[in-house]
C-alpha cells in the first residue's frame, strides 16, 4: 500500500478555527483520534554505505568457485506500533499506580477493532509529482504482548515512545488528520520498554512547546501499477490543497526529513597515538 | 462736430483728374518732345541743374499749370505755398467727404435695418455695398425710446436684482437640498425598515434550527438561503434542497418556489380484493397561503424526503420483479402473502400522492394501522440509510484501486418484503407447530416447544448494550437488525424423550431478499436420536432445507409421526414390534386371546392438519376382513392418551 501525503502546520491559536472549517469541509464531524506510539530500531548496526562494494577486494577466491551474489546493502527501517488509546486508558494524575506485574495485551474480543498495529513506513519516493509517495504496511495485531513479540520477532530494541492526540476528518478519499504529538517528559531516556499503565494525560507535554498542530492530508493507494489511480489520488489531494488555500498551506514535505532508515553510525576509531 | 461745421462752406466739385499719373505713349514722347524743345537733350537735365534752377526761381513751365491761376505765376513762393495750400485743402475736402459718405451710408443702412423688419418693404438697395455683402440678416435690429436712467441706480438695480436672483437659486438649491435629504430618509427608513423585517424573519428562521447560507451568486435581494434539504439525502434531492430567501417589498421574505411547491407524501395503501382497505395519510396542514416561513420550509423538506423515498423506492423495485412487484401508472404493486393469516388477495400499492389529498381513501379503514405501520416503517429505514450514509463516509477509506466501489441503493423494499415474507413463512410454522404441540399434549404425548420469530430480536437490549459499535447510535443499530438477514428459530422435542435432556428438533427460519435464500428458507436440523428411525449414517448432516412451509410442515409431521410410531410406541411395546418399511407404521405381535394364534396389529400415525390420527389394523392372517380402529386428536383436551387407546386396542 502507498500513501500520498501533504503536511500542512496550524499554530495553537488557529486550531479550533480550522477544526471547524475542516469540519465543514468534510461535512462530518470530527472524530477525536488518541494513539500511542512505540518506535522500535533493528538492533544489528547498519552497514557502512558502500561497503559492499568493497568487501571483496582482490581476486584471492578460490578459481571455480561461482562468485557470492553480492548484494546492495541492506537498509533498516525503525518499526513502530500504534495503539489506539481512549480517554480512560490513561492514568490518573492523583491516584498512585502501584507497579502490576502486567503485561502490555493486544487481545480484543470477537467483532472489535484491532488496537495494536505494527505499521513500517518507507522512505518516500523519489518522483516529482507534487506529493510525497511512500510505501507503508500495516499489520494489526490481535493477540499477545507487542513489546514481546517485537523483540522476539527480531532483535529490536525500543527506542522511544510518544502519544499522539488529535482529529480525524475523511473527505472523499482523502483523510485528514490534524494532530499534535504528546511526550511524557523527562522519562525518555531512562525507559527500556514500553509502559503498561500510561501516564496520565493531563502528565504528558506537547512535544512542539508552542503547541502547534501539524495538518495530515492523506490519500491511500493500493499499487502504483496503475497511473490512472494514482493519478485519481494524487488529483484528489492537490484540490484538497487549493481548497484549503487560505486557511491551512499544505506543503510537500522534505524528502529526508522523513527518512525512517537507521543511520549508519560509524563505530568511534580508536584514539590514535601520536608520539610525542 | 467741428469738421461737420467746417463741410457746411465746402462746394461740392468733381475733383480734377490727375493727369501726370496717367501718362500714355503718345503723352509721354509728346513730353519728352516738349522737354526737348525747351531745355535741350535730356542729358542735359540733371538734378543738379534743376535745383538750381529751382533756386533760382526761374524756370517753372508756365504750361503746366492752367486755367484761372495765373496770378501766382508772379509770385513764384506765394504760387508755390498757394499750391501745397490748396492740395492740403482738397484733401482735406475729400477725406471729410469720405466721411460724409460713410455716415450717410451707415445712416441709411442703420435706417433700411431698423425698416426692414417690416416684411413688405424691400429694402435690400438701401444698404450700402458693404454692409448687403455683411449680410445682416432681416430685421435684427430694433430701436425703441427709453426712458433714460441714471447709471448708479441701474447699478444699484442690478446689484439688487443679482442678490434677488443669488437668494432665489440659493433658496431653491437648500429646497432641492431638503427634498433630496427627506427623500434619502424616507429611503432609509424603508430601507431600515425592510432589513429589519427581512432580517427578524430570517433570524426566526435561524432560531427554528434550519441551516442559513449565502447564497453563491450575488443575486439580488436574495442575500442567504434556507437549506432545508436532508444533508444526507441522494445528490439529485440534496440539489434540491436549498431555496433562496428573497425579500420582497416590504422586507418580507418571498416564499421560492421550490418551497411553495404542493408537499407530496409517500401513500401506502392496502388494497383486498381490489378494494381499499386501509390509506396512510400524513395530517394535512392547511393551505399554503396561512403558513409561516419556517412552516412552509418544514413541508418542504417533508415533502422532498417524500419524494426521495418513493423515488428509491421505485428504483429499488426495478430489481424486484421476481417478488411479484411491479409499477403500473406510478404505482407500486405489492402482492404480499397474506398477512396476519387471512387468504384475501391483498396488495399493497405505493405512489406519490398530494400531502392534502386525502379524497381517495375509502369508507373501509380496516387496515389503516397496518399502510400507517409500513409507511412509518419506510421513512425510518430512509432516515436510517442517511445515518449509515454520513457513517460510512465517516470511516477511514479503503486504499484506492481500479476497481470502483459501488454503494447499492437502500434496502428498503426488500426490507419490507424479508420482513413480509419471514413473518408469514414464520408465523405460519409457529403457529402450526403450537397446534401440534397441543394436539400431542392431549394424546398425552409430553412436547415441549420454543419458538422465537427472530434470534436477534429477542436479545436486543443485550446485544445494544453490548455492541463495540461506539459510533452508531442506538437507533441506527437497531434498524441495522432489519437489513440483515432474519433469523427465527423453533425447536421443538421429540415426544419419545421427554425428560430433562429432550433430543429436540430445531428448525431454523431464514429469510432474505437477495443471495442466497431469496426469501424465506426453513432448515430443519434433526437430533441424533432420529438417525436410527431414519436409516442415515451417523455422519451424515442431518440438516434439510425447505423454500417453503408447507414442505417443512409435511416434513416435521413425519419426522414426528416416525418418532410416535417408532420410538414411543415401539417402547411400550419393546420385543413385540417390527416395523415393515420406513413408513410410520408399526406391526404389533401380540398373543391372541384364543387358539394361541399370533395376532398382529397393524399401527400407522398420522400427522396432518394438526391432527393425529392413529389407526391400528388388525392383520390377522386367518381372518379375512380386515377390522380397524382409528382415533383422531385435534388438541381438544380431556380425551384419552395415545398409549391407552393403543393399549385398549391391542391388549
Known amino acids: ?276 | 462736430m467741428s469738421d461737420a461745421a467746417s463741410l457746411t462752406t465746402v462746394a461740392l466739385r468733381p475733383w480734377p483728374a490727375p493727369t501726370k499719373d496717367a501718362l500714355s505713349k503718345e503723352d509721354l514722347s509728346a513730353q519728352i518732345h516738349q522737354l526737348t524743345t525747351e531745355r535741350g537733350h535730356l542729358r542735359g537735365i540733371t538734378e543738379k541743374a534743376l535745383q538750381e534752377e529751382i533756386d533760382a526761381g526761374k524756370s517753372v513751365p508756365e504750361d503746366v499749370m492752367e486755367g484761372a491761376e495765373t496770378e501766382p505765376k508772379k509770385d513764384a513762393p506765394a504760387a508755390d505755398e498757394r499750391l501745397k495750400d490748396i492740395h492740403r485743402v482738397r484733401n482735406e475736402m475729400h477725406t471729410k467727404i469720405e466721411w460724409a459718405y460713410f455716415a450717410a451710408g451707415n445712416a441709411l443702412n442703420l435706417v433700411s435695418l431698423l425698416l426692414s423688419r417690416d416684411p413688405a418693404k424691400a429694402l435690400d438697395s438701401g444698404y450700402t455695398q458693404m454692409f448687403r455683402e455683411m449680410n445682416v440678416p432681416r430685421g435684427s435690429f430694433g430701436i425703441d425710446r427709453t426712458v433714460r436712467i441714471d447709471d448708479t441706480q441701474r447699478e444699484e438695480d442690478s446689484a439688487k436684482r443679482r442678490e434677488l436672483v443669488t437668494k432665489g437659486s440659493r433658496m431653491e438649491a437648500l429646497d432641492w437640498a431638503t427634498d433630496s435629504l427627506l427623500q434619502a430618509a424616507t429611503e432609509l427608513e424603508t430601507g431600515i425598515r425592510k432589513e429589519t423585517k427581512y432580517w427578524e424573519e430570517v433570524l426566526s428562521i435561524s432560531e427554528k434550527g434550519w441551516s442559513l447560507q449565502r447564497t453563491r451568486r450575488e443575486a439580488r435581494n436574495a442575500p442567504f438561503a434556507v437549506r432545508y434539504g436532508l444533508p444526507e439525502a441522494s445528490n439529485h434531492f440534496k440539489a434540491r434542497g436549498l431555496a433562496p430567501l428573497r425579500m420582497n417589498k416590504d422586507g418580507g421574505i418571498i416564499l421560492d418556489s421550490t418551497l411553495s411547491l404542493k408537499p407530496k407524501t409517500m401513500r401506502i395503501r392496502i388494497s383486498e380484493n381490489d378494494k381499499i382497505v386501509g390509506t396512510s395519510h400524513l395530517p394535512s396542514q392547511g393551505g399554503l397561503g396561512e403558513l409561516a416561513i419556517e412552516q412552509s420550509i418544514q413541508l418542504a423538506r417533508d415533502s422532498l424526503f417524500e419524494e426521495e423515498l418513493f423515488h428509491e423506492i421505485s428504483m429499488e423495485s426495478r430489481n424486484l420483479l421476481a417478488y411479484g412487484i411491479e409499477l403500473r401508472n406510478s404505482v407500486l404493486h405489492i402482492t404480499t402473502p397474506a398477512l396476519g393469516g387471512q387468504s384475501s388477495h391483498r396488495k399493497v400499492l405505493i405512489d406519490c400522492a398530494s400531502r392534502d389529498d386525502n379524497t381517495l381513501a375509502g369508507s373501509d379503514q380496516s387496515q389503516h394501522r397496518l399502510a400507517q405501520s409500513i409507511a412509518e416503517g419506510l421513512r425510518l429505514l430512509l432516515a436510517h440509510e442517511h445515518r449509515m450514509r454520513l457513517y460510512r463516509r465517516s470511516q477511514v477509506p479503503p486504499p484506492l484501486t481500479q476497481i470502483k466501489r459501488q454503494q447499492p441503493g437502500p434496502p428498503l423494499l426488500r426490507t419490507l418484503l424479508g420482513l413480509f415474507s419471514h413473518l408469514t413463512a414464520a408465523d405460519a410454522l409457529h403457529s402450526y407447530l403450537n397446534t401440534l404441540a397441543k394436539t400431542l399434549k392431549s394424546a398425552g404425548l409430553d412436547v415441549w416447544l420454543d419458538t422465537s420469530r427472530d434470534a436477534s430480536w429477542a436479545k436486543l437490549t443485550h446485544s445494544l448494550e453490548q455492541s463495540p459499535m461506539k459510533d452508531l447510535s442506538a437507533i441506527d443499530q437497531l434498524l441495522t437488525l432489519f437489513t440483515r438477514p432474519f433469523d427465527g428459530t423453533a425447536t421443538i422435542s421429540l415426544p419419545s424423550t421427554s425428560g430433562p435432556q429432550p433430543e429436540n428438533i430445531t428448525i431454523a427460519t431464514r429469510t432474505f431478499i437477495g443471495q442466497p435464500t431469496f426469501g424465506a428458507e426453513h432448515k430443519i436440523s434433526l437430533p441424533s436420536s432420529i438417525i436410527k428411525v431414519l436409516d442415515l449414517e451417523p455422519d451424515q448432516s442431518r440438516q434439510f432445507k425447505f423454500p417453503s412451509t408447507d414442505e417443512a410442515q409435511a416434513y416435521v409431521d413425519w419426522i414426528l409421526s416416525l418418532d410416535i410410531a417408532h420410538s414411543v410406541i415401539s417402547k411400550e411395546y419393546a420385543g413385540r414390534v417390527y416395523s415393515t418399511d420406513h413408513e410410520p407404521r408399526v406391526s404389533i405381535l401380540s398373543k391372541g386371546s384364543m387358539k394361541n394364534l399370533a395376532k398382529e396389529d397393524s399401527v400407522l400415525v398420522l400427522l396432518e392438519k394438526g391432527r393425529l390420527t392413529v389407526t391400528a389394523t388388525a392383520n390377522t392372517s386367518l381372518m379375512t376382513g380386515t377390522a380397524g380402529e382409528s382415533f383422531t386428536w385435534d388438541g381438544t383436551p380431556g380425551k384419552a392418551t395415545l398409549k391407552n387407546k393403543v393399549r385398549s386396542w391391542i391388549a
Open chain 1, 1 to 276: 500500500m502507498h500513501e500520498l501525503l501533504l503536511y500542512g502546520q496550524v499554530p495553537l491559536s488557529r486550531h479550533d478555527q480550522v477544526l471547524k472549517i475542516l469540519a465543514g469541509v468534510a461535512a462530518m464531524q470530527p472524530r477525536r483520534v488518541l494513539e500511542r506510539r512505540i518506535i522500535y530500531k533493528p538492533t544489528r548496526e547498519p552497514e557502512e554505505p558502500g561497503a559492499h562494494l568493497s568487501r571483496r577486494g582482490g581476486t584471492q577466491n578460490v578459481v571455480g568457485a561461482k562468485p557470492a551474489k553480492q548484494s546492495g546493502a541492506r537498509d533498516l527501517f525503525y518499526n513502530q506500533f500504534v495503539q489506539k488509546l481512549s480517554d480512560g486508558d490513561f492514568g490518573h494524575a492523583n491516584g498512585t499506580h502501584e507497579p502490576q506485574e502486567k503485561a502490555l495485551s493486544a487481545a480484543v474480543g470477537p467483532g472489535e477493532e484491532p488496537k495494536w498495529a505494527l505499521e513500517f513506513q518507507d522512505m518516500p519516493d523519489t518522483g516529482d509529482r507534487g506529493v510525497s509517495i511512500r510505501a507503508t504496511a500495516s499489520t494489526d495485531l490481535l493477540s499477545g504482548d507487542p513489546h514481546a513479540w517485537m523483540i522476539a520477532a527480531g532483535p529490536h530494541q525500543f527506542v522511544s515512545e510518544y502519544y499522539i492526540e488529535g482529529h480525524r476528518f475523511v473527505h472523499g478519499n482523502v483523510v485528514i488528520f490534524l494532530y499534535r504529538l504528546l511526550h511524557e517528559p523527562g522519562v525518555r531516556s531512562l525507559e527500556t520498554a514500553p509502559k503498561v499503565d500510561l501516564p496520565a494525560f493531563s502528565a504528558l507535554q506537547p512535544f512542539d512547546p508552542s503547541g502547534a498542530y501539524m495538518l495530515e492530508a492523506k490519500v491511500r493507494v493500493q499499487d502504483l501499477n496503475t497511473p490512472a489511480v494514482l493519478e485519481n489520488g494524487v488529483g484528489q489531494l492537490k484540490a484538497f490543497r487549493q481548497q484549503m488555500k487560505g486557511c491551512v498551506e499544505l506543503e510537500l514535505p522534505d524528502r529526508l526529513a522523513m527518512d525512517t532508515r537507521v543511520k549508519y553510525n560509524a563505530r568511534e576509531a580508536p584514539p590514535v597515538r601520536r608520539p610525542r
